[in-house]
C-alpha cells in the first residue's frame, strides 16, 4: 500500500523537484521492501532447519567471517564517522572454528554490525571480537552508543519488535530475532547487555565449552 501510494505520487508530480522527490521517496520504499523480504526469508530458512544441527556441516572460521564483515561495512560505519575495527588483542587471539552454515553465520554478524551501525550516534566505536576460556566462547559486537534498557533486551529479539532507541529510524525489526535464530540452531545463544570497555551494548553470541573448537 506505501509503495502504491508513493507511485501515484509519483506520477501526479507537476514539476521536476515534485517528481525527484517522489522518485527518491519510492526508491527508499522499494529499498526497505527488499530488505523485509530478505530478512523474512532469512528467517524461514532458520525456521526450516531448526533443530537439524550443524554437525554434520563443514568446519567455518567465525572470526575471519567477523573480519570480512568489518571489510564489507566499513564505508557504512565511514558514513556515520564511526570507529568500526576488531576490539584490542583479538588479531594474536586463536580463531573460532565451528561446524556450521557459513552463508548463515555471515549473517548473524552482518546482521549485529548493521544493528549498531544503524543505532549508535555519529562520531561512536564499535568493537568486534572473541574470546575463549574454560567457560566457553563467544563473539561479541559492542559499541559505544546509548546501549538498550535491561528492560528491552529480551523484547528487542522478539520478532518485529524495536526499542525506544529505535523510534524515528528505518528498519524491520527482524535483525537481532535472525541472529538468535541462526545462533540456537548453531548450539549457540545471543546474550545483550553492557559492554564494560565502551559503555554501550554488547551484543554477544556465547557457545559452552566445547561447542567450538580452536585454532
Given at each position: 500500500?506505501a ?16 517528481r525527484e ?26 525456521d ?18 567477523a ?13 556515520r ?14 580463531h573460532?572454528i ?11 554478524v ?11 550516534p ?28 535491561e ?21 524491520t ?31 554477544l ?11
Amino acid at each position: 500500500a506505501a509503495l502504491k501510494l508513493q507511485l501515484q505520487l509519483l506520477e501526479r508530480a507537476s514539476d521536476p523537484g515534485a517528481r525527484e522527490l517522489a522518485q527518491q521517496k519510492l526508491a527508499s520504499g522499494i529499498d526497505r521492501a527488499t530488505r523485509l523480504v530478505q530478512q523474512l526469508l532469512a528467517l524461514a530458512r532458520q525456521d526450516a532447519q531448526a533443530g537439524s544441527g550443524t554437525a554434520s556441516l563443514p568446519q567455518v572460521d567465525l572470526s575471519a567471517i567477523a573480519m570480512q564483515a568489518i571489510a564489507d561495512l566499513a564505508p557504512a560505519a565511514q558514513a556515520r564517522k564511526l570507529d568500526l575495527g576488531l576490539a584490542e588483542g583479538c588479531e594474536s587471539r586463536p580463531h573460532l572454528i565451528l561446524h556450521g552454515d557459513a552463508l548463515a553465520l555471515q549473517s548473524l554478524v552482518v546482521n549485529l554490525l548493521e544493528n549498531a551501525i544503524k543505532y549508535v550516534p555519529e562520531g561512536s566505536r564499535i568493537d568486534v571480537g572473541w574470546h575463549q576460556n574454560a567457560a566457553g566462547h563467544g563473539l561479541s559486537v559492542e559499541d559505544s552508543g546509548p546501549g538498550i534498557p535491561e528492560s528491552e533486551r529480551q523484547l528487542v529479539m522478539t520478532r518485529f519488535v524495536r526499542g525506544d532507541a529505535a523510534t524515528g529510524s528505518s528498519g524491520t525489526g527482524l535483525g537481532l530475532a535472525i541472529a538468535q535464530a541462526i545462533a540456537q540452531r548453531h548450539g549457540g545463544r545471543l546474550e545483550l547487555g553492557v559492554s564494560s570497555g565502551l559503555g554501550g551494548l554488547r551484543a554477544l553470541v556465547a557457545w559452552p565449552s566445547g561447542e567450538a573448537p580452536q585454532r
